[in-house]
């Protein structure tokens, strides 16, 4: 039984760090979206400076570069709205298996516990009955 819950114990934290890991990537991918956003973002100042500065050019080619950005900033947001809730849900589910490698935890905690009680217990009562067969002798009962 003792071996039992080692490997229970084993077994949960080997799911929480997997979960932990899958979230860690989810995460990663969150960072790479939201670095995405940030490039389109630079790549339209540096456009609007260019356009600024050849206004007779720009008339042209901004007002296409502009619909392009505005649909593909949309995409990413949507993409960045989807990672953060599919985030937010797995999110519990590492909140769950946090629970259940704690619970395993504890009761392995406990078992050890009560089986270093019981030893103690046992030990106390051979200490006990020593004492009392010496106490004996000592009075000449025996």
């Not at 953060?84 to 935890?105: H, L, Q, S």
């Not at 009680?117 to 030990?123: I, N, P, Q, T, V």
Request: charged share 40%; proline share 1%; glycine share 6%.
């Amino acid at each position: 039984m003792a071996k039992d819950f080692k490997t229970l114990v084993r077994m949960r934290k080997w799911a929480l760090d997997e979960k932990q890991r899958q979230l860690g990537e989810m995460l990663g991918v969150l960072g790479n979206l939201e670095a995405e956003k940030e490039a389109l973002e630079q790549a339209v100042l540096a456009e609007q400076k260019i356009a600024a500065e050849n206004p007779e050019l720009a008339g042209f080619a901004y007002g296409g570069f502009a619909t392009a950005v505005i649909a593909e900033r949309e995409a990413i947001e949507k993409m960045i709205a989807e990672q953060e809730e599919k985030i937010d849900v797995f999110r519990d589910e590492v909140a769950d298996a946090f629970k259940e490698f704690k619970t395993a935890e504890i009761a392995e905690r406990n078992r050890l516990e009560a089986e270093r009680a019981e030893e103690d217990k046992k030990e106390q009562d051979e200490l006990d009955e020593i004492g009392m067969r010496s106490a004996t002798r000592d009075d000449g009962l025996m």
